[in-house]
């Protein structure tokens, strides 16, 4: 009788158990079937299509046009040429003593070799520093200077060179974002070596799960004693969240908790995604959608945005401190801004360059040397790249081209705006503005006085 009743048993555990294969098979098949259709979409309208991208007027250089040679860099780093020390095809430049060489990526010159001279800087007469020199202060002073000589190298002189139209933005809906999409052939190894050393040191060989890391989050958050909960998120695992669960974010960040079911559909979305697309494609996703914070109305995504941001330089052109930094954000844009944090984002930085050096991307040496250079950002306001502007244009071509930014293939957007002067008009005005406060100041009125730009005809 005993023996009836543990077969009984044994078979109801068996059947049990059956069943529970059978359901889970068919719960991860749906998911499966399911996440791996939403993947496929999403990757391939990120390699087919590319968001509408407005352009400002093209940038072009004049024989006498008054220019100083680093505001020329600036421009060409805004175009996304890549510094060189010496040009060899199109989008490069070589800077020389009072001279820039310039081999043009489109236009009438593409890839001949240009030569823009410059005046030496020399003080104005009647300046700000003869009158300084005179009562023995030593005050910076104005200087005359400019496009001395234009000439096609092989070719004789030239009057004049029109480079690219620089871009402006990327037209989003649901809010102001800076952002410009790059292969991940122009993002220099630098780059990509600092955001792996300290987001995901294995990813190379994981299968989008990290185990290691993984099962050390769960142990600390359970037994540790931190206020937060850790993570152990790799590379794949965040872009999952971040690209593609976003409707689960929204959720999370609306109640303020934490989702198990999220974070298994996570771990389940990165195995799959592993499967869809490469390593190489999946670090290039990353690296053009990862959120490195605020600036202005702007929310900043991707390292070459940043770059262009954080230093005025196009991403291809950044030393070896510069990635560090960039990649020390991404933990946190907050607490690690160079811009509103400054010391923290010193520290986080230096921490990037340890984990650098200790996967073997750069020597200690290099490390140490770059440690202790000083945080040197450049505080440039995206606001000076015509937010309303670039409004105006969005609101125009929702309405005149419906469902534009759905089409595939490139859809760009060129404008009469000149993003030089319209940043020189800004400076001029604040500056300006700043001299207004201080006589008002002094009349007991402690309301700024209001301030405007009115294009003329």
């Known amino acids: 009788m005993l023996i009836r009743v ?4 044994v078979r109801v555990l068996l059947y049990a158990a059956g069943a529970f294969v059978v359901l889970s098979a068919a719960f991860l098949t749906y998911y499966y079937i399911s996440f791996a259709r939403m993947i496929d979409a999403r990757l391939h309208g990120e390699r087919e299509r590319t968001l509408p991208r407005v352009y400002a007027r093209p940038v072009e250089l004049r024989r006498g046009q008054t220019v100083t040679q680093q505001d020329l860099i600036g421009r060409l780093n805004d175009l996304g040429y890549t510094h060189r020390a010496r040009v060899e095809g199109p989008g490069e430049f ?10 043009p990526r489109s236009g009438d010159l593409q890839g001949k070799i240009v030569r823009a001279e410059f005046n030496p800087p020399v003080p104005i007469p009647g300046s700000v520093r003869t009158a300084a020199k ?16 234009l000439e096609v190298v092989g070719r ?45 040191q ?56 934490r989702s198990v079911r999220r974070k298994v559909l996570e771990w389940f979305m990165s195995l799959i995604l592993e499967r869809k697309a490469t390593k190489d494609e999946i670090l290039e996703l990353y690296l053009n959608e990862v959120y490195l914070g605020q600036r202005g109305s702007f929310a900043i995504h991707g390292v070459a945005e940043a770059a262009r941001l954080f230093f005025a330089k196009d991403v291809s052109n950044l030393s070896v401190s510069e990635p560090a930094l ?9 607490i690690h801004s160079p811009f509103g944090r400054p010391k923290r984002a010193l520290e986080r930085r230096n921490v990037v360059l340890n984990a650098m050096a200790r996967e073997g ?40 081209f419906p469902g534009v930014a759905a089409d595939e293939g490139p859809v760009d957007v060129y404008t009469t705006l000149d993003i030089n002067l319209q940043r020189q008009a800004i400076d001029a005005l604040r500056s300006g503005m700043a001299n207004v406060d201080r006589l008002l100041s002094r009349r007991k009125r402690r309301q700024a006085a209001p301030a405007g730009l009115v294009p003329g005809a």
């Open 6 to 9: 543990r077969r009984r048993w």
């Open 94 to 103: 070589a800077i020389g003593r009072h001279a820039i060489a310039i081999t």
């Open 134 to 149: 005179r009562k023995g202060q030593n005050h910076p002073a104005p200087v005359a200077t400019g496009i001395r000589f």
């Open 156 to 200: 004789g002189p030239a009057d004049a060179l029109q480079l690219d139209a620089p871009l402006l933005t990327a037209l989003m809906t649901g809010g102001r974002e800076k952002r410009r999409r790059v292969p991940l052939a122009t993002i220099p190894k630098r780059m990509q070596e600092a955001v792996i050393a300290t987001e995901d």
């Open 202 to 257: 294995r990813f190379y060989s994981h299968p989008g799960v990290n185990p290691v890391t993984t099962v050390g989050a769960v142990l600390t958050n359970i037994f540790g004693d931190k206020p937060y909960s850790v993570g152990g998120s790799t590379i794949t695992q965040q872009l999952a969240r971040n690209f593609f669960l976003t409707d689960e974010m929204a959720v999370e960040q609306a109640t303020r908790r």
């Open 326 to 334: 960039i990649a020390g954000v991404i933990q946190s844009p907050a």
């Open 361 to 400: 991307y750069v020597s200690k040496e290099a490390a140490e040397r770059a440690s202790r250079e000083p945080l040197q950002v450049v505080a440039r306001a995206v606001d000076n790249e015509g937010p309303y502007f670039v409004d105006l244009v969005g609101q125009r071509v929702a309405e005149e």
